[in-house]
């Protein structure tokens, strides 16, 4: 199975292609959507690589190929600017997942 990258900017996909994964760079919602189409039409895509700006954009997009599919596997990745989310974001989704304070 192959990874593929769909991201909002040129830096990301340089390094990705650095470690041998293809990709492609969009900004649009119509663009988004035309790259995720050809990406599940592929079927030796296991893993899609998403910058973490289209999970926060476009969440319905993306959580539909989520819930209802089983490949690829999404896998949403900071981009250059760091990630969006707060220092301490694993301890309080297992907070949550579990109901217990850690």
Do not use: C
């Amino acid at each position: 199975m192959k990874m593929f990258l769909i991201s909002d900017n040129v830096d990301t996909q340089t390094g990705m292609r650095l470690a041998g994964v293809d990709g492609v760079v969009v900004h649009e919602r119509a663009e988004l959507k035309a790259a995720l189409e050809g990406v599940l039409k592929d079927k030796e895509i296991g893993i899609l690589l998403l910058t973490e700006k289209f999970g926060r954009e476009f969440p319905e997009i993306v959580d539909d190929i989520k819930l209802n599919r089983k490949l690829p596997l999404i896998v949403e990745i900071p981009d250059r600017h760091g990630t969006g989310r707060k220092p301490d974001f694993i301890t309080a989704y297992v907070n949550e997942a579990i109901g217990l304070k850690l």
